[in-house]
């Protein structure tokens, strides 16, 4: 429960003055949140110095100033002239006209009373060489000046939300910090907060908000550090917390006799890498241990994930118990069957499939084999959470493609066995940072070598104005028996307009190629209904088409070992690791594969660099570094989505060496105080609800 310390914090933005119910929907888009706290989290990214307070005959042209005037006289426009509207003002050396276009006549009467004193504050500019200020940011009445005539943070801002506004409402979030006085002790070691020169906690949240000089604004400024640090700890704390709450829950020792095993190695038309091996001997010490099994499987784009996940759940057969496997998309499910069934019936292993398409008599006939023990692994999609889908005696859970479920999906198929041990597989490889912040309570093994034979893409980047060419040697290479993808520009925000570019462009490529092909130029898209995906990949797969037009529909999992030819317009529009994985569908059968670049002039610094990298390498691991770099962490993750976690003070990536100082202090506290009992443990408990990290603590993972 939450320490109602924090309560103030985490009351709606709602209860704050000018936070109504149409503003503060706005707000939280902007900000990240809808609770007060979260405006503690959104720090300024520059700064107005308002100090400087001449007489208006020596203000300097293009300065921002704040002067203390008298008001002299109001120069209303004409109606419907489109002049604005103009207010005199003087102080003892001359006069400045304030300009403000539809200008209320009544509101800037009471705003500025003829003959009062005002202090006013904005940039100075020079009109027929007379000095006036176009819309002043502020205009108070003298007992308020010290309010203006200070160094002014400026804050991140989105559409419909004003500065002033922003300011305010953060001033108010401020005020709400608890009394220093109501705090438990520090939580950060006091040797570290030393060597540091770090402030205690308010004082830095304080600090941040009140930026003096440019300086102040610096990511490696103490104040910052402290902040970013105290959101690592919390990180690292809740991790290494889950970790070892799946380490003391009791499971239960697995071991296989290796006759299953040995039959699928038998039938595979290739030996394991040496990567593939060293997994398994991980993995297999897990499942033989008696705490319960929580492993992420790193693997680049074809480095044989599905075979360890095969080996893994044979060793659960193999023991007299079932596995399930669970993908993302009903596609997925179904081509995790079309690789295993060949293989699980040269072992004698009994297969099933769910998929949510299932109904019925068939459906029933399935949960009734699974539930008497006749099915030794299911594979299905999220089917396979609902509450009917018993089991007889599940033992381990491999998951594909980790970041397209919830947390609380994991948990519930975990949930149907006794002390399961769950396996978890990522489409490409995650960077080594990220690895350790968003996955830390997991054991870690890493596919890095690719089975013998496989040929990398050659990969050539292309100005979209050559369409014509590229169009041509698709045929020439259709005709050569090839089979091509053809990817269509990402549109943002926008499934149907992604549709839409598809459709057209099927049509436009039909109809080039049509003499030729007929109708062998199929479409695939995220609109389509399941059943309608499927038949076309398996017509594509097949005989049935030779060009298939795409959306990324095909990024992830989707194997036709025939297709050797990828074009993919736009692909200035992409991610490194969406490109990464579509190209990853190419070239599976061991022959050469080409993938062809589109981009549309001129590249942006960024598209440059991400289309360099794809056409100098195909390592996997290299490639997820350049896009951390390249696009930050939570892009990389889509973090928002997947109940990971959000870093709002700190890019893990420019702070390693804080992150490697937070590991080791969360170490040190969950070797010494894992119950968070002892002298500092009210502190850390308060950390960790104070960054939203306690429902990190109950849910994070399998856990």
């Not at 697995?254 to 299953?260: E, F, H, R």
Request: proline residues 7%; hydrophobic residues 45%; contains cysteine.
């Amino acid at each position: 429960m939450r320490p109602s310390l924090l309560d103030p914090l985490f009351r709606p933005l709602t209860s704050l003055k000018g936070a109504g119910k149409t503003m503060a929907p706005l707000i939280a888009r902007l900000i990240g949140g809808d609770k007060v706290v979260d405006l503690l989290w959104h720090l300024p990214s520059g700064l107005v110095d308002r100090r400087f307070s001449p007489l208006i005959a020596e203000a300097p042209d293009g300065v921002v100033v704040t002067l203390t005037v008298v008001v002299e006289a109001h120069q209303e426009p004409p109606p419907r002239s489109p002049s604005p509207y103009r207010v005199v003002c003087r102080d003892a050396s001359g006069f400045v006209t304030l300009v403000f276009f539809h200008g209320r006549a009544r509101y800037l009467n009471d705003l500025l009373p003829v003959g009062e004193t005002r202090v006013i504050s904005g940039k100075v500019e020079r009109f027929g060489g007379a000095p006036q200020i176009v819309h002043p940011t502020h205009v108070v009445p003298l007992a308020e000046a010290e309010a203006v005539c200070r160094v002014e943070p400026v804050y991140p801002l989105s559409g419909g939300v004003a500065g002033k506004v922003l300011a305010r409402l953060i001033a108010q979030a401020l005020d709400d910090i608890p009394d220093p006085a109501a705090w438990p002790d520090e939580w950060i070691d006091a040797p570290l907060k030393a060597r540091e020169g770090w402030p205690g906690w308010i004082d830095a949240l304080r600090a941040v908000h009140a930026p003096e000089e440019a300086e102040d604004l610096r990511p490696d400024h103490p104040a910052r550090r402290r902040l970013a640090y105290d959101e690592l700890l919390a990180t690292q704390l809740a991790l290494l917390l889950v970790r070892r709450a799946a380490r003391t829950v009791r499971g239960r020792p697995i071991v296989g006799t290796g006759a299953l095993r040995a039959k699928v190695l038998a039938a595979l038309p290739f030996a394991l890498t040496g990567a593939q091996s060293r997994s398994l001997a991980e993995i297999d010490g897990d499942m033989a241990s008696p705490a319960r099994m929580l492993r992420l499987l790193q693997g680049d784009v074809g480095s044989g994930k599905t075979v360890v996940a095969l080996l893994t759940m044979l060793t659960a057969v193999e023991a007299g118990a079932q596995a399930a496997l669970m993908a993302p998309t009903e596609i997925l499910a179904r081509q995790h069957i079309e690789t295993l069934a060949p293989l699980c019936a040269s072992a004698g292993v009994r297969l099933g499939l769910l998929t949510g398409r299932d109904k019925g008599r068939a459906r029933a006939a399935l949960l009734e084999a699974l539930a008497a023990g006749e099915i030794d692994i299911l594979v299905g999609t999220h089917a396979l959470f609902q509450d009917d889908v018993v089991f007889a005696a599940l033992a381990v859970v491999v998951v594909d493609e980790q970041h397209r479920f919830g947390v609380h999906q994991r948990l519930a198929l975990s949930d149907k066995g006794r002390a399961v041990d769950v396996l978890v597989m990522t489409a490409t490889p995650i960077p080594r940072t990220l690895t350790l912040t968003h996955y830390g309570d997991m054991d870690i093994s890493r596919l890095d070598e690719k089975p013998p034979g496989r040929l990398p893409a050659d990969t050539r980047v292309l100005p979209i104005d050559r369409l014509d060419d590229v169009i041509a040697a698709v045929a020439r290479a259709i005709d050569g028996g090839a089979k091509v993808y053809w990817v269509c520009p990402l549109i943002e925000d926008s499934e149907t307009g992604d549709m839409a570019a598809a459709v057209d462009r099927q049509a436009l490529l039909a109809d080039r190629l049509g003499p030729r092909l007929g109708p062998r130029v199929g479409l695939v898209h995220g609109r389509m209904k399941p059943g309608e995906k499927d038949a076309v990949m398996e017509a594509f797969s097949g005989n049935g088409l030779d060009l298939l037009v795409a959306t990324t529909v095909i990024e992830v999992g989707v194997n036709v070992p025939s297709a050797t030819v990828m074009v993919i317009e736009h692909a200035e529009r992409f991610g490194l690791a969406q490109l990464h994985q579509l190209r990853g569908r190419i070239g599976r059968g061991g022959g050469r594969s080409t993938c062809l670049l589109l981009y549309a002039p001129p590249l942006g610094e960024t598209a440059r660099a991400r289309l360099e990298t794809m056409r100098r390498t195909d390592d996997g691991f290299e490639i997820a570094e350049e896009d951390l770099r390249l696009r930050g962490a939570g892009e990389v993750l889509g973090t928002r989505q997947s109940g990971l976690p959000v870093f709002r003070l700190i890019d893990p990536l420019l702070a390693e060496d804080l992150l490697a100082i937070a590991r080791k202090q969360a170490e040190v506290i969950v070797e010494t105080d894992p119950d968070l009992a002892g002298p500092h443990g009210a502190a850390l408990r308060v950390l960790l609800y104070l960054f939203e990290r306690d429902a990190a603590v109950r849910t994070l993972r399998s856990g």
